[in-house]
């Protein structure tokens, strides 16, 4: 057997594999790039032109990640259904909405879209808002024009409507197509896939959600994208897992609280830069971006000395403290969000500074975090927990009102003798869900089988798992003290407004004299990502925990609405002895703050335990014991 080489003659012009005109092969003109979190992915010269455009490399909220999973997925539904007739076309326009969902964000992504255009810019006449799915149509209709993309009209619809998930300018589309980038259906899309696993990765941990798996588990049934039954287990993981991330890492309390920096330092330069005309146009937003703090810090205007303060402040991280931190079914915040404010809050303060100016109270020291445990509350235990919050050297505290100066007071500390006002005072309210806001994510997401891989059906707890969590949104409502030396007060007066608020209709009380046992309590752990429903409820803190102290007069605001101590549902006396009248369950009585002397520490219940097994717990006499 003889091999046979041939030769390209010597002056022959060889193809260049780089040169996207050419069309000798496939391998030359398809370009790969290296994703973190993906490895290799692959884009056609078409979509390549896009990502090399301007407006793609300014934006970081580009997601090449977001359109390689819309490929696959378009491209696995084609190739194991081709009965459903998905043309290139259609893998192209799914792949560039993916790639350009997110061409909209703004400086610092949904902190701009969420709370500062809001801010600054209000509702439209009509009542709605922007969001930033509408500049992402915008600059894409600008990418195209500048660039020469060759994209028809028809196409740049078409890919509008699979970013906004729904179909508004684009007709005789395949439905379940609009499933894909923006699933508003169920919430499983590939941008949720994506930056779950980014995500994840970016704070050092390990994603469990496998892309790959939900890909080759889908299927189209009835014009819908269903999953393979036995991946319910992992459709559920996907929810819980960006329930987790909001709850962990987007609405941690120090991110909310550099949030609400930058948004002021952003309102304050407004008049400056005029950042909530450039979403109006193209060529002026496509400079908005996260380099805005530098140009406000590099710009010499007199007019940007405020917001050059808080910048200060945040790099210094001089952030507002949190003062006070609940966590509340979701009727909670559409019954207290108008009552609950810093107004209302500064309101209270000056009521509680009057009343102790009339019995000649000094003022409030000594601070305390809200994760405190709720009976570690006197000044003596505060000052005890600031000492290991910040150790022996106590650190100073920013103020505001000095340009940044540093001072000795210390955290919690009072300034002056003097009352909050609204500007002290930050009241968020964040709401967290599995995706489908008070609904079951799962109720809305369909299955197949082997044995009837045409027929989509829901997911049954006895295939599927029947733990779940009873609620699938809740809300966390924080409070902070923009200087941290005046924690006590924020949280003092936040505390007095607390009690007088009405409790929810139908809302369960807490009762406060049935313990729970260890069994029980190890019952009820929260096994993937939900509580097990059982007949013990969460036990939410209360000041019932505290002992009243004889002789000392309580400044606790008399509550607007009271049970009456005979009512059938009235819970039973607690294990001190007090108790509050309030219907709501955060109401305190006696109020620790004015308390003449600290409430007593109690012991654990390990150590407790252990006094009792060495013979200690109510043996008075050592020598007694001892024998």
């Given at each position: 057997?003889?091999?046979?080489?041939?030769?390209?003659?010597?002056?022959?012009?060889?193809?260049?594999?780089?040169?996207?005109?050419?069309?000798?092969?496939?391998?030359?003109?398809?370009?790969?790039?290296?994703?973190?979190?993906?490895?290799?992915?692959?884009?056609?010269?078409?979509?390549?032109?896009?990502?090399?455009?301007?407006?793609?490399?300014?934006?970081?909220?580009?997601?090449?990640?977001?359109?390689?999973?819309?490929?696959?997925?378009?491209?696995?539904?084609?190739?194991?259904?081709?009965?459903?007739?998905?043309?290139?076309?259609?893998?192209?326009?799914?792949?560039?909405?993916?790639?350009?969902?997110?061409?909209?964000?703004?400086?610092?992504?949904?902190?701009?879209?969420?709370?500062?255009?809001?801010?600054?810019?209000?509702?439209?006449?009509?009542?709605?808002?922007?969001?930033?799915?509408?500049?992402?149509e915008m600059m894409l209709d600008a990418l195209v024009k500048d660039n020469n993309i060759d994209l028809t009209q028809d196409r740049v619809n078409f890919i509008k409507d699979l970013i906004r998930g729904e179909t508004r300018l684009s007709i005789n589309e395949k439905k379940f197509l609009f499933e894909i980038v923006a699933n508003k259906r169920n919430g499983i899309d590939v941008d949720k896939w994506d930056y779950i696993a980014r995500d994840t990765r970016a704070v050092g941990e390990t994603c469990t959600l496998v892309a790959s798996r939900l890909i080759h588990a889908a299927r189209v049934v009835d014009d819908t994208i269903c999953y393979d039954h036995k991946d319910s287990q992992s459709v559920y993981e996907l929810f819980y897992s960006r329930y987790s991330l909001h709850k962990r890492v987007y609405n941690h309390k120090t991110a909310k609280a550099i949030e609400y920096m930058i948004v002021e330092a952003l309102l304050e330069a407004e008049p400056v830069f005029r950042l909530a005309e450039a979403i109006e146009d193209p060529q002026k937003y496509l400079h908005v971006t996260d380099s805005i703090i530098e140009d406000i810090e590099r710009r010499d205007d007199p007019r940007l000395a405020r917001s050059k303060q808080i910048i200060r402040a945040l790099r210094l991280r001089q952030v507002p403290k949190r003062a006070e931190e609940k966590c509340l079914p979701t009727e909670y915040k559409t019954l207290w969000k108008t009552l609950l404010t810093p107004h209302a809050i500064a309101e209270m303060s000056v009521k509680l500074w009057r009343e102790k100016q009339a019995r000649n109270q000094p003022a409030l020291l000594g601070g305390l975090d809200t994760v405190a445990e709720e009976t570690d509350l006197s000044e003596n235990v505060a000052r005890d927990t600031l000492q290991e919050d910040v150790g022996t050297a106590l650190l100073p505290a920013f103020d505001m009102s000095t340009n940044g100066s540093s001072s000795p007071t210390v955290l919690g500390m009072a300034m002056e003798d003097e009352p909050l006002t609204e500007d002290d005072v930050i009241v968020d309210w964040s709401v967290l869900h599995y995706g489908m806001k008070e609904k079951d994510p799962l109720e809305n997401v369909n299955f197949w089988s082997k044995t009837h891989p045409n027929m989509k059906q829901q997911s049954r707890p006895d295939t599927s798992g029947v733990l779940r969590p009873e609620r699938f949104q809740e809300v966390i409502l924080r409070c902070y003290a923009k200087d941290k030396r005046r924690v006590c007060q924020v949280q003092e007066a936040?505390?007095?407004?607390?009690?007088?608020?009405?409790?929810?209709?139908?809302?369960?009380?807490?009762?406060?004299?049935?313990?729970?046992?260890?069994?029980?309590?190890?019952?009820?752990?929260?096994?993937?990502?939900?509580?097990?429903?059982?007949?013990?409820?969460?036990?939410?803190?209360?000041?019932?925990?505290?002992?009243?102290?004889?002789?000392?007069?309580?400044?606790?605001?008399?509550?607007?609405?009271?049970?009456?101590?005979?009512?059938?549902?009235?819970?039973?006396?607690?294990?001190?002895?007090?108790?509050?009248?309030?219907?709501?369950?955060?109401?305190?009585?006696?109020?620790?703050?004015?308390?003449?002397?600290?409430?007593?520490?109690?012991?654990?219940?390990?150590?407790?335990?252990a006094r009792v097994a060495d013979g200690e717990e109510g043996s008075p006499d050592r020598k007694k014991r001892a024998t």
């Open positions: 057997m003889s091999l046979t080489v041939n030769f390209a003659p010597a002056d022959a012009e060889l193809p260049d594999p780089y040169d996207e005109a050419s069309t000798s092969g496939k391998f030359q003109v398809d370009r790969c790039f290296k994703d973190p979190v993906w490895d290799l992915i692959e884009f056609d010269p078409l979509v390549c032109q896009i990502i090399d455009t301007h407006i793609v490399v300014r934006n970081a909220g580009t997601h090449p990640g977001t359109g390689h999973l819309a490929q696959r997925l378009v491209e696995h539904i084609r190739d194991r259904q081709p009965e459903l007739g998905i043309d290139d076309r259609d893998v192209l326009c799914v792949t560039v909405a993916g790639l350009c969902h997110d061409l909209g964000h703004g400086p610092f992504s949904h902190v701009f879209d969420n709370h500062f255009i809001p801010d600054a810019k209000g509702k439209r006449p009509d009542g709605t808002s922007w969001c930033h799915e509408e500049a992402s936040f505390r007095a407004v607390l009690s007088t608020l009405p409790q929810p209709e139908g809302a369960e009380e807490i009762d406060e004299a049935t313990p729970v046992s260890t069994q029980e309590s190890e019952a009820a752990m929260v096994t993937g990502g939900g509580s097990m429903k059982s007949d013990h409820h969460p036990r939410t803190p209360t000041m019932d925990q505290f002992q009243s102290i004889p002789g000392v007069e309580s400044t606790t605001v008399s509550p607007a609405v009271s049970n009456s101590n005979t009512s059938p549902t009235a819970r039973p006396t607690s294990r001190h002895g007090a108790r509050s009248t309030s219907r709501t369950p955060f109401a305190r009585d006696p109020n620790p703050f004015t308390s003449a002397k600290p409430t007593p520490r109690q012991p654990s219940g390990s150590k407790k335990r």
